[in-house]
């Protein structure tokens, strides 16, 4: 099949204020710390957002569930998953701003047409199920705070999200709502006021001990699978096309290769922040639950009540609240991430302009898509599943899908004939290799203890 040059991006909608960047400028006119640190934050984006979502209710639940279930027996997942989540992203974001097309995109042009049939449908249902998860934890949240039905707070909080994703830029509203997601770092705060043993915390982090059953498998492949999860994946991807898109003078680096250095060591940095904050938090959860809940003989979360009882040693009577605050966060961070990723991935197959910067009547068919993901999702939620169990079940099924997603997007990074000379490095090629191999491996086991 003929490979296309053809880059993805096209004008931006008027409707969107480009910004003049120079991406080349190696000099500040202000040398002092104030602008270098002015600089460093601007520089990040797609991937602190990308961090930041993916410590989703879908994560929480699972983190909170594996330290109760196996104390701090999976500490050690998030030493070794951040360099396997590092690598992924940062292959899948270098896909987007080098070839100015998505996952979805270069799959359509460079591969065989059932292979896209294939992973969009994967990845598609993964997110549905996922943001129906989400949205039933943020109503089952919001009752410990409001006296109410859980259904009322699932269709209201799956209605204002989806008339933000609707009616409002994401780069607009999401600037406030990572302020919510600050919550979460009580989690951090609450080791610290928790009786801890920490040499065995040490000692479980450096040395793990695995488990051949079927109970430690799949809280294995939970963790990883909401900790490397295929929508993050085609949302870094896509954000670095928006990047393209919305900055005037910025290009795929296949035609402007004189950007690659600062976009490259951009992305870099970006990336491994963001997904560095994201294990942090994530490790905290496992600290936190596992130091209170485990230890109390709390091992299977049945409600949302029982994870905010991890903030009690802190928050006392305002551990619930905070517990609200970030799910009701993450939740409305990630519920565009989740539909958003799979309307770019659907806009990408069918050649449909899909931006989020645009307005609905600019790309109606990229929205509709936004709008069913969120609604069927939100109707999942409706019945009556455990809000817990449901997320730490969306958190399996993303570890199962992403190991064939990851094999295609390792192997497209490392082609010359999509990448050109920016095929990625040795280095990123073996630990995506190896988070991909890391990935088949679980799910092997799971299948094999399974009973």
């Given at each position: 099949?003929?490979?296309?040059?053809?880059?993805?991006v096209?004008?931006?909608?008027?409707?969107?204020?480009?910004?003049?960047?120079?991406?080349e400028?190696?000099?500040?006119?202000?040398?002092?710390?104030?602008?270098?640190?002015?600089?460093?934050?601007?520089?990040?984006?797609?991937?602190?957002?990308?961090?930041?979502?993916?410590d989703?209710?879908?994560?929480?639940?699972?983190?909170s569930q594996?330290?109760?279930q196996?104390?701090?027996?999976?500490?050690w997942?998030?030493?070794?998953s951040?360099?396997?989540?590092?690598?992924?992203?940062?292959?899948?974001a270098?896909?987007?701003?080098?070839t100015g097309?998505?996952?979805s995109?270069?799959?359509?042009k460079?591969?065989?047409?059932?292979?896209?049939?294939?992973?969009?449908?994967?990845?598609?249902?993964?997110?549905?199920?996922?943001?129906g998860?989400?949205?039933?934890?943020?109503?089952?949240?919001?009752q410990?705070?409001?006296?109410g039905?859980?259904?009322?707070?699932?269709?209201?909080?799956?209605?204002?999200?989806?008339?933000?994703?609707?009616?409002?830029?994401?780069?607009?509203?999401?600037?406030?709502?990572?302020?919510?997601?600050?919550?979460?770092?009580?989690?951090?705060?609450?080791?610290?006021?928790?009786r801890l043993?920490?040499?065995q915390?040490?000692?479980?982090?450096?040395?793990?001990?695995?488990?051949?059953?079927?109970?430690?498998?799949?809280?294995?492949?939970?963790?990883?699978?909401?900790?490397?999860?295929?929508?993050?994946?085609f949302?870094q991807?896509?954000?670095?096309?928006?990047?393209?898109?919305?900055?005037?003078?910025?290009?795929?680096?296949?035609?402007?290769?004189?950007?690659?250095?600062?976009?490259?060591?951009?992305?870099?940095?970006?990336?491994?922040?963001?997904?560095?904050?994201?294990?942090i938090v994530?490790?905290?959860?496992?600290?936190?639950?596992?130091?209170t809940?485990?230890?109390?003989?709390?091992?299977?979360?049945?409600?949302?009540?029982?994870?905010?009882?991890a903030?009690?040693?802190?928050?006392?009577?305002?551990?619930?609240?905070?517990?609200?605050?970030?799910i009701?966060g993450?939740g409305?961070?990630?519920?565009?991430?989740?539909?958003?990723?799979?309307?770019?991935?659907?806009?990408?197959?069918?050649?449909?302009?899909a931006?989020?910067?645009?307005?609905?009547r600019?790309?109606?068919?990229?929205y509709l898509?936004?709008?069913v993901?969120?609604?069927?999702?939100?109707s999942?939620?409706?019945?009556?599943?455990d809000?817990?169990?449901?997320?730490?079940?969306?958190a399996?099924?993303?570890?199962?899908?992403?190991?064939?997603?990851?094999?295609?997007?390792?192997?497209?990074a490392?082609?010359?004939?999509?990448?050109?000379?920016?095929a990625?490095?040795?280095?990123?090629?073996v630990v995506?290799?190896?988070?991909?191999?890391?990935?088949?491996?679980?799910?092997?086991g799971?299948?094999?203890?399974w009973?």
């Open positions: 099949m003929p490979l296309t040059n053809k880059p993805c096209s004008a931006p909608s008027p409707d969107v204020k480009s910004t003049k960047i120079n991406p400028a190696t000099e500040q006119t202000d040398s002092g710390w104030g602008a270098k640190l002015g600089s460093a934050l601007q520089k990040l984006g797609p991937g602190l957002v990308t961090g930041a979502s993916d989703d209710p879908s994560g929480i639940a699972t983190y594996v330290g109760a196996f104390g701090y027996g999976m500490l997942t998030m030493v070794v951040y360099p396997l989540m590092t690598a992924i992203q940062e292959i899948s270098r896909v987007g701003r080098v097309c998505g996952i995109a270069n799959l359509r460079c591969y065989p047409k059932w292979l896209l049939y294939v992973v969009v449908p994967l990845m598609l249902t993964g997110n549905i199920f996922n943001l998860a989400d949205v039933g934890a943020m109503g089952a949240s919001a410990l705070l409001i006296p039905r859980a259904w009322i707070y699932i269709l209201l909080f799956g209605v204002i999200s989806l008339l933000l994703q609707l009616f409002v830029p994401y780069s607009h509203y999401v600037k406030y709502l990572k302020w919510l997601t600050i919550s979460l770092f009580a989690y951090v705060a609450t080791a610290f006021f928790v043993s920490w040499r915390v040490l000692y479980s982090t450096a040395l793990p001990r695995l488990t051949w059953n079927r109970e430690y498998l799949i809280g294995l492949i939970a963790v990883f699978g909401t900790t490397i999860s295929p929508y993050l994946f949302w991807a896509s954000q670095e096309v928006e990047e393209v898109k919305k900055n005037r003078g910025e290009k795929a680096l296949k035609r402007a290769p004189r950007q690659a250095v600062a976009q490259l060591g951009r992305i870099h940095v970006d990336t491994y922040l963001g997904m560095a904050l994201s294990n994530a490790f905290f959860i496992i600290l936190t639950t596992a130091a809940l485990h230890e109390h003989g709390i091992v299977q979360l049945t409600s949302s009540a029982e994870a905010a009882q903030l009690a040693p802190l928050a006392g009577r305002w551990a619930a609240g905070l517990f609200v605050c970030g009701i993450t409305m961070l990630a519920i565009p991430v989740l539909a958003g990723s799979a309307a770019y991935a659907m806009g990408e197959a069918f050649r449909w302009r931006s989020l910067e645009d307005k609905p600019a790309a109606p068919r990229f898509t936004i709008a993901a969120t609604l069927v999702g939100m999942l939620s409706l019945f009556h599943v809000p817990i169990r449901a997320l730490f079940w969306a399996v099924l993303n570890g199962i899908i992403a190991a064939p997603v990851m094999a295609v997007i390792v192997h497209m490392a082609s010359p004939k999509i990448m050109g000379k920016f990625v490095p040795l280095y990123l090629r995506g290799w190896t988070a991909t191999l890391v990935m088949f491996g679980v799910c092997l799971v299948f094999v203890t009973k």
